[in-house]
T-cell receptor
Framework: AQKVTQAQTEISVVEKEDVTLDCVYE???????LFWYKQPPSGELVFLIR??????QNEISGRYSWNFQKSTSSFNFTITASQVVDSAVYFC?????????????FGTGTRLTVIP | DAGVIQSPRHEVTEMGQEVTLRCKPI?????LFWYRQTMMRGLELLIY????????DSGMPEDRFSAKMPNASFSTLKIQPSEPRDSAVYFC?????????????FGPGTRLTVT
């Protein structure tokens, strides 16, 4: 079974628009970690955020914000006032403590294109 | 810190040849991971090490793949013999678990093409 689902394969927005990337996860662990990574066209994977299952506080970092809702098993990522440099593939990932908290299960990614 | 270093960045080889991918983790990190990224399967974990010891190699596709970590600053992923379906981007990542929190830092990847 897919542990992390990113239903949006591709999204295009015009610069300065807000955009939300969806992530739904599945786990039986009570303790787990959720991550977002960015993969720009250059190919590297850049860590954006980590959230543990006991911390449901939303987080804001500049134009980025994350909405973690355990009730719906979702960890959505919003970019406010998008910029061309935000164009990338974004991956949501899950790590389960029972599995050793070392194995990252990645979603299939959402390709975001920001049109100038 | 220089981050995770991988070499080569690109590798083109013919089917049947041996391929060796190299990784230098971030100094002080005690976990090292090898991932493969393809269009069909996305990002998948192949194997990971803790303190140079392989912990989980269940993601290694078959016996043609092998990985070693002879010391804390170096790891290799070897494919012998290589096949066209091995064409992918291979990422190495490292992490250091402090208490309940950690994150994996990825290298730039090695793009492997097997013709």
């Amino acid at each position: 079974a897919q542990k992390v689902t990113q239903a949006q394969t591709e999204i295009s927005v015009v610069e300065k628009e807000d955009v939300t990337l969806d992530c739904v996860y599945e786990t039986r662990d009570t303790t787990y970690y959720l991550f977002w990574y960015k993969q720009p066209p250059s190919g590297e994977l850049v860590f954006l955020i980590r959230r543990n299952s006991f911390d449901e506080q939303n987080e804001i970092s500049g134009r980025y914000s994350w909405n973690f809702q355990k009730s719906t098993s979702s960890f959505n990522f919003t970019i406010t006032a998008s910029q061309v440099v935000d164009s990338a593939v974004y991956f949501c990932a899950l790590s389960e403590v029972q599995a050793g908290a070392n194995n990252l299960f990645f979603g299939t990614g959402t390709r975001l294109t920001v049109i100038p | 810190d220089a981050g995770v270093i991988q070499s080569p960045r690109h590798e083109v080889t013919e089917m049947g040849q041996e391929v060796t991918l190299r990784c230098k983790p971030i100094s002080g990190h005690d976990y090292l991971f090898w991932y493969r990224q393809t269009m069909m399967r996305g990002l998948e974990l192949l194997i990971y090490f803790n303190n140079n010891v392989p912990i989980d190699d269940s993601g290694m596709p078959e016996d043609r793949f092998s990985a070693k970590m002879p010391n804390a600053s170096f790891s290799t992923l070897k494919i012998q013999p290589s096949e066209p379906r091995d064409s992918a981007v291979y990422f190495c990542a490292s992490s250091f678990i402090i208490g309940p929190t950690y994150e994996q830092y990825f290298g730039p990847g090695t793009r492997l093409t097997v013709t």
